[in-house]
T-cell receptor, first 112, second 111 residues
Framework: SQTIHQWPATLVQPVGSPLSLECTVE??????LYWYRQAAGRGLQLLFYSIGIDQISSEVPQNLSASRPQDRQFILSSKKLLLSDSGFYLCAWSPRTEYGYTFGSGTRLTVV | GENVEQHPSTLSVQEGDSAVIKCTYS??????FPWYKQELGKRPQLIIDIRSNVGEKKDQRIAVTLNKTAKHFSLHITETQPEDSAVYFC??????????FGTGTRLTIIP
């Protein structure tokens, strides 16, 4: 069966520091991968999605970037965090040829 | 791009009563309509979904109805229980690529 791993679970970082959040999927190949952000009490904002190793689309221009160094690994990064980057970051995956969208357990980021 | 509107934003119902949450979408090409439940501090989890070739789908106390002509779909929860309290999100997609989510409904079940 397929599983999605996301870490760390919580993170407190100072303004201006870098960020790296990692997500991996097991038990499948060539998945679609996504990064979402959820501000406190708000909806789900799609940040990046990838349908292949060299195919990453950005939905919202900002100081975040995403990379996919391996087929089942998706990384969210920032060189310099802003206070407004605080939120609940969720990785998700979907199969290439079937419906279904599964979220990771999330990373709660607080920028101080 | 796709725009999904979800109503109401908050909903309180007595335990045992029914709850209905409605979403409208803009892209007539959308063909997949899932609903997610998110408990406090947890990840959203899929509770039911429907595809465009079906008008209604039921799973025990939960049902989803789809009206493609009017471009809206609804979540129905019957015989509500305290554990149904959560935030519910609707979503749409064309094919199996990115989902566009509604803004969420905070459902509170009053004992």
């Amino acid at each position: 069966s397929q599983t999605i791993h996301q870490w760390p679970a919580t993170l407190v970082q100072p303004v201006g520091s870098p960020l790296s959040l990692e997500c991996t999927v097991e038990g499948t190949s060539n998945p679609n991968l996504y990064w979402y952000r959820q501000a406190a009490g708000r909806g789900l904002q799609l940040l990046f999605y990838s349908i292949g190793i060299d195919q990453i689309s950005s939905e919202v221009p900002q100081n975040l970037s995403a990379s996919r160094p391996q087929d089942r690994q998706f990384i969210l990064s920032s060189k310099k965090l802003l206070l407004s980057d605080s939120g609940f970051y969720l990785c998700a995956w979907s199969p290439r040829t079937e419906y279904g969208y599964t979220f990771g357990s999330g990373t709660r980021l607080t920028v101080v | 791009g796709e725009n999904v509107e979800q109503h109401p934003s908050t909903l309180s119902v007595q335990e045992g009563d029914s709850a209905v949450i409605k979403c409208t979408y803009s892209d007539s090409a959308s063909n997949y309509f899932p609903w997610y439940k998110q408990e406090l501090g947890k990840r959203p989890q899929l509770i039911i979904d429907i595809r465009s070739n079906v008008g209604e789908k039921k799973d025990q106390r939960i049902a989803v109805t789809l009206n493609k002509t009017a471009k809206h779909f609804s979540l129905h929860i019957t015989e509500t229980q305290p554990e149904d309290s959560a935030v519910y999100f609707c979503a749409t997609s064309f094919g199996n690529e990115k989902l566009t989510f509604g803004t969420g409904t905070r459902l509170t079940i009053i004992p």
